[in-house]
Each structure stands twice: as structure tokens, then as C-alpha cells.
């Protein structure tokens, strides 16, 4: 490739390679590790330990943690139960419910975007024994109310709906369905990982009953996240899925990760302090990113609502290329494709499938996730090179020439046109 370019750019101000994943896991922020280092260090005490300074120094630490998380979403302290991350968050909202809540009902409703946390934790449950609704999203990839309305029967128990897509970035309307769900008498989950800390997220404001959050998505540690589970109106109460000696209150069990926590509270507590500046700035870079993409290239399109999204996502499928291919053109750009990486077989994902995309332009997605480290030269870097690959690509797609000679594709039966196997 083209090193004496690459060159020229670093020698501009852009460190290679790029990192524009932040959907994925966010570095960490050093503010944080700061606050981290005594308790990886000399400050090791058990907060569990109850007859001795080492022990309640680490309490008094993870105490201050449970005050700054509760604040940033609107909660008490009491209502905050820390975990190994959101994906544990997931499971025990969802199984922790379904079993306390068993005698009451059976049925729980979630929609096609989820995260594999949710999806799957729901596909266990079925297995179980539960009826799980899997609602479709419209084809800016939003949930339908009244398909919320209608879902709600009198054995549901529980309503799971994201706040933020991790791929897609699209926000779901949290508030309405919450509404929806107090005044029926269900209770509501939300896997607000990618929501908190970049768009304003309220639990009462929202009628937000459990809400799943991590630390490696808003520049905390990984490894360490949180439950939120309400204490009044309604006081919900939940089985706990691991047991032992009886930590946050018998709901989750094992020794807290004082220094992971430590993490996460000081994440929260910077992502509030800036919120709607950091949401701003990187909307700008985004939206930069994106009117240059457009600028250089034709038979690009945004995948989900623009209107309803994270600052920092940006997801768009570039025609007639092959993200993968795209990915090993922009190897010095840490993204995502529209390929769930996951698996050996490269599907398109689900969640761009969900939204009524066909299998060829799944593939040609591209997930952009820019964060607080994002910079403009960045954006500039990441836009010309992705123009000038998926150029170089297309010069080499029959397709594309097609296109470009008036030829319509959508006559044509895309398996047989011979662009994938
Ligand atoms: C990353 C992510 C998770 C999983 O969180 P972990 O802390 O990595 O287990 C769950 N839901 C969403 C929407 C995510 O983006």
C-alpha cells in the first residue's frame, strides 16, 4: 500500500493505526486509572472485611463509587448492584426477574436489536419454559410503539428494550415505553450501556425500573459494570443468579472488584460532569465524517434513524464493496464491519438485517465510533482513506460498472451476479 502517503499524514499529527471503535470498548480514560492505582496497589483491602482499616477504607471506596453511578442516571445509592459488566447485568435483570417474578407470569417482550445478552439470556428463558415476544424494528431501526402496546398481555412480567444499539447507534423512545409499561403494571429493563453517559438517562424521568450499564463503554475498566434495580414505585425485587457469601444484598454475590468499581464510579462521574459538551463534540466530528464520505463517493446510505442516534456513531453501508475487503483496505482504521466478526461464517448481522437490509449491503457496512480521544485530523484521515479504498475497490466491482452504465441491479438476481460465493 501506499506508505509514503501514510507517512505524510502521520508526519501531520495523526498517530497510526486509528482507533474509531468506540462501540466496542473505549480506552481508558486517565483520569480514571488514577483514581484506580491505590486500590490496585497498596489500598488492597476486602470490602467484605469488617475488622479492620484495609476493609473499610475499600467499603468507604466502593460506597463513594455506588454514590457517583447513582447519580449520573438519576438513582440512589442503594439501588446500584455491581457486577462483572453488562452482560452479567443482562442476564440477572432478565433471569432474575423471570424466576421472581414466575408465580405472577411467564412472559417477557424484547425487540430484534438486542444485544446477544439480552437475545440470548431470552432464548435460554425460552428453553425454560418462558414466552418470549421478539418485536421487529421499523427500517430506521426503532421499535414501534403500539407493537409495545399491543406485545403486553396479563402474563407479562417484563419488557427488555435497549436505550442505545451498540451497531447502529439508534436510540429507542425509553421514556414512551417506560410510560407504557408503569401504566400497565410490567416492569422494564433497559440495557443502557451505550446510553449512559452520552445521551441524558434518568430512571424516574424515564420509568426505567433495571437498567444495565458497563465501565469499558464510557472509558472505565473492563471486567466491571452495574444493575440498576428500583427500590420504590415499584420496589422490584430480583433472584440472584450467583450465590455465596451474600454481597449487594444477596443480589450478587463474590468480592467486589474495589478497583474496578472505584473505575466505574469515576467514569460516571466524568461522563456527567461533560455530557452535553462531549455529545456535541463528537456529534461535529461525526457528522464532519459523514459529509465527507458523501462528498467523495456515491451509493453510500446510513443505516438507522440520524435523528434518533448516539453522537458517536456512525454506520453506513458503502454499495457494490465489500466491508471486509473495505476493513483490509483501511487497515490502519480500527472499525467494524457489518459482518458479525463473532462467527467463522461472516453473516451479515442481525441487527442490519432487522432493519430490512439485504445480505449485500449488510456486508458492505461499516461501523465508525468516535469518541472522547476522537480528533479532527482523525475524522480527516479515517474519511480520505476510506474514500480513496472503496474507489480503488469499486474500480475492480463489475457491479459497480454496471450501476455506473444505468444497468438495474434490482432486476437481477444478486447470488448469480457472482460477487460472493
Ligand atoms: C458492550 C455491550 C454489552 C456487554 O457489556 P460487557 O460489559 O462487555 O459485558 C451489552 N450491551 C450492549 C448494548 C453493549 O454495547
Excluded at 90 to 115: F, S
Excluded at 122 to 143: M, N, Q, S, Y
Excluded at 317 to 325: A, D, K
Excluded at 379 to 401: F, G, W
Aim: with cysteine; net charge negative; charged share 25%.
Amino acid at each position: 500500500m501506499d506508505e509514503d502517503n501514510e507517512q505524510k499524514i502521520d508526519a501531520a499529527g495523526v498517530k497510526l493505526p486509528i482507533y474509531m471503535d468506540n462501540q466496542a470498548t473505549t480506552p481508558l480514560d486517565p483520569r480514571v486509572l488514577e483514581a484506580m492505582m491505590p486500590w490496585l496497589t497498596t489500598k488492597f483491602g476486602n470490602a467484605a472485611s469488617r475488622n479492620h482499616s484495609f476493609g473499610w477504607e475499600a467499603e468507604r471506596a466502593v460506597d463513594a463509587a455506588r454514590e457517583q453511578v447513582a447519580h449520573l442516571i438519576g438513582a440512589t445509592a442503594k439501588e446500584i448492584v455491581f457486577t462483572s459488566g453488562a452482560t452479567e447485568s443482562d442476564n440477572l435483570a432478565i433471569k432474575g426477574i423471570a424466576e421472581m417474578y414466575r408465580e405472577r407470569g411467564h412472559h417477557i417482550v424484547t425487540q430484534a436489536t438486542e444485544h446477544k445478552a439480552v437475545l440470548d439470556t431470552c432464548k435460554r428463558l425460552e428453553r425454560r419454559g418462558c414466552r418470549v415476544t421478539f418485536l421487529p424494528v421499523k427500517a430506521d431501526g426503532i421499535v414501534d410503539l403500539d407493537d409495545v402496546r399491543r406485545a403486553i398481555d396479563d402474563k407479562t412480567i417484563l419488557v427488555s428494550i435497549m436505550a442505545a444499539n451498540n451497531e447502529i447507534g439508534v436510540l429507542q423512545p425509553i421514556r414512551e415505553i417506560g410510560q407504557i409499561c408503569h401504566e400497565r403494571g410490567v416492569l422494564f429493563h433497559t440495557d443502557a450501556v451505550q446510553a449512559v453517559g452520552k445521551v441524558p438517562f434518568h430512571v424516574i424521568d424515564d420509568f426505567v425500573d433495571l437498567a444495565s450499564i458497563s465501565a469499558h463503554k464510557i472509558y472505565g475498566p473492563k471486567g466491571v459494570g452495574a444493575l440498576y434495580v428500583r427500590r420504590r414505585n415499584p420496589r422490584v425485587q430480583l433472584a440472584a443468579e450467583i450465590d455465596g457469601g451474600g454481597h449487594e444484598r444477596g443480589m450478587r454475590s463474590g468480592t467486589l472488584n474495589v478497583p474496578g468499581i472505584v473505575g466505574l464510579g469515576k467514569a460516571c462521574e466524568l461522563a456527567g460532569e461533560n455530557l452535553l459538551q462531549e455529545a456535541s463534540r463528537t456529534q461535529c466530528l461525526r457528522d464532519r465524517l459523514k459529509a465527507k464520505l458523501e462528498a467523495g463517493l456515491d451509493y453510500v446510505q446510513v443505516n438507522g434513524s440520524m435523528e434518533h442516534r448516539l453522537s458517536g456513531n456512525l454506520n453506513m453501508s458503502f454499495l457494490y464493496v465489500e466491508g471486509e475487503s473495505l476493513l483490509m483496505g483501511i487497515d490502519d482504521v480500527a472499525v467494524s464491519s457489518g459482518s458479525a466478526c463473532t462467527s467463522a461464517t461472516l453473516e451479515p448481522s442481525y441487527v442490519l438485517k432487522a432493519l430490512g437490509l439485504g445480505d449485500e449491503v449488510a456486508h458492505s457496512s461499516i461501523r465508525f465510533g468516535l469518541g472522547r480521544f476522537t480528533t479532527e485530523a482523525e475524522v480527516d484521515y479515517v474519511a480520505a482513506k476510506t474514500i480513496q479504498v472503496v474507489r480503488r475497490l469499486r474500480e475492480l466491482s463489475p457491479l459497480y460498472e454496471m450501476v455506473k452504465d444505468g444497468v438495474d441491479l434490482s432486476r437481477m438476481e444478486w447470488d448469480k451476479a457472482g460477487t460472493r460465493d
